[in-house]
Protein backbone atom coordinates (compact mmCIF):
# COMPACT_ATOMS: atom_id res chain seq x y z
CA UNK A 1 0.00 0.00 0.00
CA UNK A 2 1.10 3.76 -0.76
CA UNK A 3 3.17 5.58 1.83
CA UNK A 4 0.19 8.16 1.96
CA UNK A 5 1.23 10.43 4.60
CA UNK A 6 4.75 11.06 3.11
CA UNK A 7 2.64 12.35 -0.23
CA UNK A 8 0.63 14.56 2.09
CA UNK A 9 3.23 15.83 4.04
CA UNK A 10 4.61 17.43 1.11
CA UNK A 11 1.53 19.77 0.95
CA UNK A 12 0.14 22.05 2.98
CA UNK A 13 -3.27 20.79 4.63
CA UNK A 14 -5.28 23.54 2.68
CA UNK A 15 -4.18 22.09 -0.67
CA UNK A 16 -5.44 18.54 0.22
CA UNK A 17 -8.74 19.89 0.98
CA UNK A 18 -8.91 22.61 -2.47
CA UNK A 19 -8.00 19.26 -4.30
CA UNK A 20 -11.16 17.14 -2.58
CA UNK A 21 -12.95 20.03 -3.01
CA UNK A 22 -12.08 19.87 -7.43
CA UNK A 23 -12.22 16.42 -7.38
CA UNK A 24 -15.85 16.15 -5.85
CA UNK A 25 -17.01 18.67 -8.88
CA UNK A 26 -17.73 15.48 -10.82
CA UNK A 27 -20.15 13.83 -7.90
CA UNK A 28 -22.08 17.21 -8.10
CA UNK A 29 -23.63 15.81 -11.27
CA UNK A 30 -23.80 12.20 -10.92
CA UNK A 31 -27.06 10.88 -11.69
CA UNK A 32 -27.21 7.27 -9.96
CA UNK A 33 -26.71 6.21 -6.49
CA UNK A 34 -24.35 3.72 -8.04
CA UNK A 35 -22.46 6.57 -9.70
CA UNK A 36 -22.06 8.06 -6.95
CA UNK A 37 -20.73 5.51 -4.91
CA UNK A 38 -18.26 4.51 -7.63
CA UNK A 39 -16.63 8.34 -7.95
CA UNK A 40 -16.32 8.43 -3.96
CA UNK A 41 -14.52 5.09 -4.37
CA UNK A 42 -11.99 6.55 -7.01
CA UNK A 43 -11.31 9.73 -5.73
CA UNK A 44 -10.28 8.40 -2.24
CA UNK A 45 -7.97 6.37 -4.02
CA UNK A 46 -6.47 8.85 -5.90
CA UNK A 47 -6.47 11.48 -3.69
CA UNK A 48 -5.21 10.00 -0.61
CA UNK A 49 -3.72 6.93 -2.05
CA UNK A 50 -6.31 4.67 -0.10
CA UNK A 51 -6.42 1.39 -2.35
CA UNK A 52 -8.87 -1.15 -0.39
CA UNK A 53 -12.41 0.62 -0.50
CA UNK A 54 -16.08 -0.29 0.28
CA UNK A 55 -19.11 1.85 -0.19
CA UNK A 56 -22.27 0.43 0.90
CA UNK A 57 -25.51 2.13 0.57
CA UNK A 58 -28.15 1.79 3.11
CA UNK A 59 -31.16 -0.21 1.27
CA UNK A 60 -35.37 0.73 2.15
CA UNK A 61 -35.21 -2.89 4.22
CA UNK A 62 -32.28 -1.38 6.78
CA UNK A 63 -29.40 -3.18 4.81
CA UNK A 64 -26.23 -1.89 4.42
CA UNK A 65 -25.73 -3.27 1.00
CA UNK A 66 -21.73 -3.03 -0.91
CA UNK A 67 -22.48 -1.05 -4.16
CA UNK A 68 -18.84 -0.67 -4.63
CA UNK A 69 -15.83 -3.14 -3.63
CA UNK A 70 -12.09 -2.20 -5.28
CA UNK A 71 -10.11 -5.19 -6.06
CA UNK A 72 -7.49 -4.19 -3.40
CA UNK A 73 -10.78 -4.75 -0.79
CA UNK A 74 -11.39 -8.02 -2.45
CA UNK A 75 -7.81 -9.43 -2.72
CA UNK A 76 -7.33 -8.18 0.96
CA UNK A 77 -10.60 -9.19 2.69
CA UNK A 78 -12.70 -11.45 -0.06
CA UNK A 79 -16.30 -10.85 -0.87
CA UNK A 80 -17.87 -8.50 1.18
CA UNK A 81 -21.29 -9.12 3.35
CA UNK A 82 -23.84 -6.90 3.13
CA UNK A 83 -24.53 -5.82 7.00
CA UNK A 84 -27.73 -4.79 9.19
CA UNK A 85 -27.46 -1.60 9.80
CA UNK A 86 -29.28 -2.06 13.60
CA UNK A 87 -26.51 -4.80 14.23
CA UNK A 88 -23.03 -3.72 16.27
CA UNK A 89 -20.88 -4.08 13.30
CA UNK A 90 -18.36 -0.96 13.19
CA UNK A 91 -19.66 -0.69 10.07
CA UNK A 92 -23.70 -0.22 11.38
CA UNK A 93 -22.28 1.85 14.53
CA UNK A 94 -20.54 4.24 12.47
CA UNK A 95 -23.98 4.41 9.99
CA UNK A 96 -26.41 5.14 13.44
CA UNK A 97 -24.10 7.03 15.16
CA UNK A 98 -23.67 9.12 11.90
CA UNK A 99 -19.69 9.72 13.06
CA UNK A 100 -16.33 8.63 11.41
CA UNK A 101 -15.29 5.69 13.75
CA UNK A 102 -11.13 4.27 13.74
CA UNK A 103 -10.20 1.06 14.42
CA UNK A 104 -6.89 0.83 14.87
CA UNK A 105 -6.25 -3.44 15.10
CA UNK A 106 -9.55 -5.25 13.51
CA UNK A 107 -8.06 -8.52 15.20
CA UNK A 108 -9.61 -6.98 18.34
CA UNK A 109 -13.46 -6.25 17.46
CA UNK A 110 -14.01 -9.93 17.75
CA UNK A 111 -16.69 -10.95 15.95
CA UNK A 112 -17.53 -13.76 13.04
CA UNK A 113 -16.82 -11.22 10.44
CA UNK A 114 -13.62 -12.58 8.09
CA UNK A 115 -11.71 -9.27 7.32
CA UNK A 116 -8.27 -11.46 5.85
CA UNK A 117 -5.57 -9.62 5.83
CA UNK A 118 -6.80 -6.32 6.92
CA UNK A 119 -5.41 -4.69 10.17
CA UNK A 120 -6.84 -1.15 10.45
CA UNK A 121 -9.97 0.61 9.14
CA UNK A 122 -12.25 3.69 9.44
CA UNK A 123 -15.61 3.84 8.83
CA UNK A 124 -16.70 6.94 7.26
CA UNK A 125 -20.73 7.55 7.48
CA UNK A 126 -22.24 9.33 4.43
CA UNK A 127 -25.00 11.09 5.80
CA UNK A 128 -28.07 8.60 6.31
CA UNK A 129 -27.54 6.75 3.06
CA UNK A 130 -24.47 4.86 4.30
CA UNK A 131 -20.58 4.16 5.08
CA UNK A 132 -17.57 4.34 3.36
CA UNK A 133 -15.04 1.42 4.98
CA UNK A 134 -11.28 1.99 4.29
CA UNK A 135 -8.98 -0.64 5.14
CA UNK A 136 -5.21 -1.40 5.47
CA UNK A 137 -3.14 -4.47 6.16
CA UNK A 138 -0.98 -2.42 8.56
CA UNK A 139 -2.12 -1.52 12.07
CA UNK A 140 -2.43 1.98 13.25
CA UNK A 141 -2.42 3.00 9.38
CA UNK A 142 -4.97 5.95 9.99
CA UNK A 143 -5.37 8.74 12.27
CA UNK A 144 -7.16 12.05 12.87
CA UNK A 145 -5.95 13.46 9.58
CA UNK A 146 -7.18 10.85 7.35
CA UNK A 147 -10.73 10.84 9.20
CA UNK A 148 -10.95 14.69 8.95
CA UNK A 149 -10.03 14.63 4.95
CA UNK A 150 -11.84 11.89 3.81
CA UNK A 151 -15.12 12.94 6.36
CA UNK A 152 -15.03 15.72 3.13
CA UNK A 153 -15.42 13.70 0.71
CA UNK A 154 -18.22 11.32 2.75
CA UNK A 155 -19.62 14.52 3.07
CA UNK A 156 -19.94 16.11 -0.09
CA UNK A 157 -21.37 12.52 -1.67
CA UNK A 158 -24.17 12.45 1.18
CA UNK A 159 -25.31 16.00 -0.47
CA UNK A 160 -24.87 14.32 -3.51
CA UNK A 161 -27.40 11.76 -2.44
CA UNK A 162 -30.08 14.19 -0.69
CA UNK A 163 -30.22 15.70 -4.03
CA UNK A 164 -31.03 12.65 -5.96
CA UNK A 165 -33.75 11.52 -3.56
CA UNK A 166 -35.05 14.70 -3.74
CA UNK A 167 -35.00 14.44 -7.55
CA UNK A 168 -36.55 10.88 -7.35
CA UNK A 169 -39.19 12.44 -5.38
CA UNK A 170 -40.25 14.93 -6.96
CA UNK A 171 -40.54 12.90 -10.46
CA UNK A 172 -43.03 10.75 -9.09
CA UNK A 173 -45.03 13.03 -7.52
CA UNK A 174 -44.90 14.87 -10.68
CA UNK A 175 -46.12 11.64 -12.12
CA UNK A 176 -48.81 10.84 -10.38
CA UNK A 177 -49.86 14.50 -10.84
CA UNK A 178 -49.86 13.88 -14.36
CA UNK A 179 -51.80 10.81 -13.58
CA UNK A 180 -54.25 12.78 -11.81
CA UNK A 181 -54.83 15.27 -15.26
CA UNK A 182 -55.32 12.45 -17.42
CA UNK A 183 -57.41 11.31 -15.04
CA UNK A 184 -59.48 14.42 -14.65
CA UNK A 185 -59.33 15.14 -18.05
CA UNK A 186 -60.46 12.09 -19.55
CA UNK A 187 -62.01 9.49 -17.27
CA UNK A 188 -64.22 10.95 -15.24
CA UNK A 189 -65.86 13.33 -17.77
CA UNK A 190 -66.03 10.34 -20.20
CA UNK A 191 -68.06 8.14 -17.41
CA UNK A 192 -69.79 11.83 -16.77
CA UNK A 193 -70.85 12.00 -20.17
CA UNK A 194 -72.10 8.16 -20.51
CA UNK A 195 -74.44 9.15 -17.47
CA UNK A 196 -75.75 12.29 -18.77
CA UNK A 197 -76.38 10.14 -22.10
CA UNK A 198 -78.55 7.24 -20.76
CA UNK A 199 -80.45 9.95 -18.14
CA UNK A 200 -81.32 11.42 -21.43
CA UNK A 201 -82.62 8.44 -22.71
CA UNK A 202 -84.74 7.87 -19.84
CA UNK A 203 -86.42 11.03 -20.00
CA UNK A 204 -86.74 10.91 -23.42
CA UNK A 205 -88.25 7.26 -23.89
CA UNK A 206 -89.28 6.21 -20.45
CA UNK A 207 -87.22 3.19 -19.93
CA UNK A 208 -86.22 2.92 -16.63
CA UNK A 209 -84.15 0.42 -16.93
CA UNK A 210 -81.79 2.50 -18.45
CA UNK A 211 -80.90 3.50 -15.27
CA UNK A 212 -79.22 0.86 -15.04
CA UNK A 213 -76.16 2.22 -16.83
CA UNK A 214 -76.40 5.42 -15.51
CA UNK A 215 -75.87 3.40 -12.00
CA UNK A 216 -73.13 1.94 -13.72
CA UNK A 217 -71.16 4.49 -14.81
CA UNK A 218 -71.49 5.97 -11.23
CA UNK A 219 -69.94 2.63 -10.64
CA UNK A 220 -67.31 3.25 -12.98
CA UNK A 221 -66.10 6.82 -11.40
CA UNK A 222 -66.16 5.59 -8.10
CA UNK A 223 -63.91 2.78 -8.48
CA UNK A 224 -61.48 5.19 -10.49
CA UNK A 225 -61.42 7.71 -7.71
CA UNK A 226 -60.87 4.26 -5.29
CA UNK A 227 -57.76 3.28 -7.61
CA UNK A 228 -56.50 7.05 -7.72
CA UNK A 229 -56.53 7.18 -3.75
CA UNK A 230 -54.51 3.31 -3.89
CA UNK A 231 -52.38 4.60 -6.41
CA UNK A 232 -51.23 7.58 -3.92
CA UNK A 233 -51.12 5.68 -1.18
CA UNK A 234 -49.07 2.69 -2.29
CA UNK A 235 -46.59 5.83 -3.52
CA UNK A 236 -45.31 6.65 0.14
CA UNK A 237 -41.99 4.59 1.51
CA UNK A 238 -42.07 1.26 3.54
CA UNK A 239 -40.81 2.42 6.54
CA UNK A 240 -41.20 -1.06 8.84
CA UNK A 241 -41.14 -4.27 6.36
CA UNK A 242 -41.26 -7.80 7.85
CA UNK A 243 -39.94 -11.11 6.77
CA UNK A 244 -42.41 -12.47 4.73
CA UNK A 245 -42.63 -16.33 2.89
CA UNK A 246 -43.19 -15.64 -0.87
CA UNK A 247 -44.66 -19.03 -1.08
CA UNK A 248 -47.46 -17.94 1.12
CA UNK A 249 -48.50 -14.98 0.14
CA UNK A 250 -48.64 -16.35 -3.30
CA UNK A 251 -50.82 -19.42 -2.16
CA UNK A 252 -53.10 -17.02 -0.41
CA UNK A 253 -53.35 -14.73 -3.07
CA UNK A 254 -54.23 -17.33 -5.45
CA UNK A 255 -56.99 -18.55 -3.10
CA UNK A 256 -58.20 -15.29 -2.66
CA UNK A 257 -58.38 -14.72 -6.89
CA UNK A 258 -59.43 -17.87 -7.98
CA UNK A 259 -62.59 -18.84 -6.03
CA UNK A 260 -63.57 -20.67 -9.18
CA UNK A 261 -60.43 -21.54 -10.33
CA UNK A 262 -61.63 -23.83 -13.60
CA UNK A 263 -58.43 -24.87 -15.29
CA UNK A 264 -56.23 -21.86 -13.79
CA UNK A 265 -52.78 -23.64 -12.44
CA UNK A 266 -50.51 -22.15 -10.29
CA UNK A 267 -46.30 -23.36 -9.93
CA UNK A 268 -44.06 -22.16 -6.87
CA UNK A 269 -41.04 -22.74 -7.26
CA UNK A 270 -39.05 -21.03 -4.33
CA UNK A 271 -39.26 -20.90 -0.80
CA UNK A 272 -37.65 -17.51 -0.30
CA UNK A 273 -38.66 -15.02 2.42
CA UNK A 274 -38.44 -11.16 1.43
CA UNK A 275 -38.59 -7.86 3.34
CA UNK A 276 -41.99 -6.45 2.74
CA UNK A 277 -45.13 -4.88 3.96
CA UNK A 278 -47.02 -7.96 3.68
CA UNK A 279 -50.62 -5.82 2.88
CA UNK A 280 -48.71 -3.85 0.11
CA UNK A 281 -46.77 -6.91 -1.07
CA UNK A 282 -50.60 -8.94 -1.21
CA UNK A 283 -51.95 -6.64 -3.16
CA UNK A 284 -49.15 -6.77 -5.79
CA UNK A 285 -49.40 -10.26 -6.17
CA UNK A 286 -53.45 -9.97 -6.50
CA UNK A 287 -53.00 -7.01 -9.14
CA UNK A 288 -50.53 -9.36 -10.89
CA UNK A 289 -52.93 -12.44 -11.15
CA UNK A 290 -55.83 -10.02 -11.74
CA UNK A 291 -53.79 -9.50 -14.51
CA UNK A 292 -53.04 -13.05 -15.28
CA UNK A 293 -56.42 -14.31 -15.44
CA UNK A 294 -57.69 -11.58 -17.41
CA UNK A 295 -55.41 -11.77 -20.21
CA UNK A 296 -54.86 -15.27 -19.82
CA UNK A 297 -58.38 -16.47 -19.86
CA UNK A 298 -60.02 -19.95 -18.20
CA UNK A 299 -56.84 -21.92 -17.98
CA UNK A 300 -54.17 -19.57 -17.63
CA UNK A 301 -50.84 -20.97 -15.87
CA UNK A 302 -49.12 -18.79 -13.46
CA UNK A 303 -45.38 -19.60 -12.37
CA UNK A 304 -43.44 -17.87 -9.63
CA UNK A 305 -39.63 -18.31 -9.03
CA UNK A 306 -36.49 -16.93 -7.46
CA UNK A 307 -34.16 -14.37 -9.37
CA UNK A 308 -30.92 -13.10 -8.07
CA UNK A 309 -32.31 -10.89 -5.27
CA UNK A 310 -35.36 -10.91 -6.61
CA UNK A 311 -38.38 -13.23 -7.69
CA UNK A 312 -40.31 -13.27 -11.48
CA UNK A 313 -44.34 -14.06 -11.80
CA UNK A 314 -45.09 -15.07 -14.92
CA UNK A 315 -48.06 -16.74 -17.07
CA UNK A 316 -48.76 -18.27 -20.40
CA UNK A 317 -51.21 -15.98 -21.73
CA UNK A 318 -50.54 -13.62 -24.72
CA UNK A 319 -48.00 -11.19 -23.17
CA UNK A 320 -47.27 -7.69 -23.51
CA UNK A 321 -45.76 -6.46 -26.86
CA UNK A 322 -42.26 -5.24 -26.32
CA UNK A 323 -42.88 -2.03 -28.13
CA UNK A 324 -45.64 -1.22 -25.06
CA UNK A 325 -43.97 -2.27 -21.83
CA UNK A 326 -42.87 0.82 -21.08
CA UNK A 327 -46.35 2.48 -21.00
CA UNK A 328 -47.88 -0.88 -19.60
CA UNK A 329 -47.12 0.91 -15.84
CA UNK A 330 -49.10 3.71 -16.78
CA UNK A 331 -52.42 4.49 -15.36
CA UNK A 332 -54.67 4.00 -17.74
CA UNK A 333 -53.15 1.52 -20.05
CA UNK A 334 -54.80 -1.69 -20.70
CA UNK A 335 -55.94 -4.07 -23.50
CA UNK A 336 -58.88 -5.57 -21.78
CA UNK A 337 -61.97 -4.18 -19.68
CA UNK A 338 -62.78 -4.55 -16.18
CA UNK A 339 -63.77 -2.31 -12.97
CA UNK A 340 -59.98 -1.57 -12.72
CA UNK A 341 -59.02 -1.92 -16.11
CA UNK A 342 -55.84 0.46 -16.47
CA UNK A 343 -54.78 1.14 -12.79
CA UNK A 344 -53.53 -2.75 -11.90
CA UNK A 345 -50.31 -2.39 -13.32
CA UNK A 346 -49.39 1.01 -12.22
CA UNK A 347 -50.47 0.23 -8.42
CA UNK A 348 -47.80 -2.53 -9.14
CA UNK A 349 -45.22 -0.60 -10.27
CA UNK A 350 -45.82 2.29 -7.10
CA UNK A 351 -45.75 -0.78 -4.34
CA UNK A 352 -42.71 -2.23 -6.29
CA UNK A 353 -41.34 1.66 -5.76
CA UNK A 354 -42.32 1.84 -2.00
CA UNK A 355 -40.26 -1.28 -1.31
CA UNK A 356 -37.12 0.00 -3.09
CA UNK A 357 -37.33 -2.77 -5.77
CA UNK A 358 -37.35 -2.44 -9.35
CA UNK A 359 -40.26 -4.07 -11.61
CA UNK A 360 -38.89 -4.88 -15.07
CA UNK A 361 -41.56 -6.30 -17.94
CA UNK A 362 -40.43 -9.14 -20.23
CA UNK A 363 -41.50 -12.11 -22.05
CA UNK A 364 -41.95 -15.84 -20.80
CA UNK A 365 -40.69 -19.09 -21.98
CA UNK A 366 -44.32 -19.61 -22.50
CA UNK A 367 -44.95 -16.22 -24.64
CA UNK A 368 -46.58 -14.54 -22.06
CA UNK A 369 -46.01 -11.88 -19.46
CA UNK A 370 -43.39 -12.03 -17.01
CA UNK A 371 -42.67 -9.35 -14.55
CA UNK A 372 -39.14 -9.44 -12.77
CA UNK A 373 -38.54 -7.78 -9.38
CA UNK A 374 -35.18 -6.86 -7.94
CA UNK A 375 -33.46 -5.27 -5.56
CA UNK A 376 -34.63 -6.55 -2.65
CA UNK A 377 -33.84 -8.07 0.62
CA UNK A 378 -34.33 -11.56 0.74
CA UNK A 379 -33.43 -15.16 2.06
CA UNK A 380 -33.49 -18.24 0.25
Given amino acids: MPDRHSKRDCRQRESVIAEVQRATQELLVAETRKEVAQLTAETAEQLFGYESIVVRLVTDAGVLEPVVVTESAVFEMGDRPRYDSGGETPVARAFRREEPLLVDN???????????????????????HGVVSVTSPSADAFDQRDIDLASILASTASAVLDRLNKERAIQRQNERLETFVDVIAHDIPNHLSAAESWLDIVQESGDVDSLDRVSTAHSRIETVIRDMETLVNQ???????????????VADCWRQCCVDERDRELVVDTEMVVRADQSR???????????????????????????ERGF?????????????????????YTTASGDHAGFGLAIVREIARSHGWEVTITESEAGGARFEFTGMTIEI
Fill in 106 to 128: IDALGDEYDRGTAQAAMYLPVGD
Fill in 235 to 249: GTQVSDPDWVALSEV
Fill in 312 to 332: FIEDDGPGIPESERDSAFSPG
Fill in 281 to 307: FEQLVENLFWNAHEHGGDDVTVRVGPL
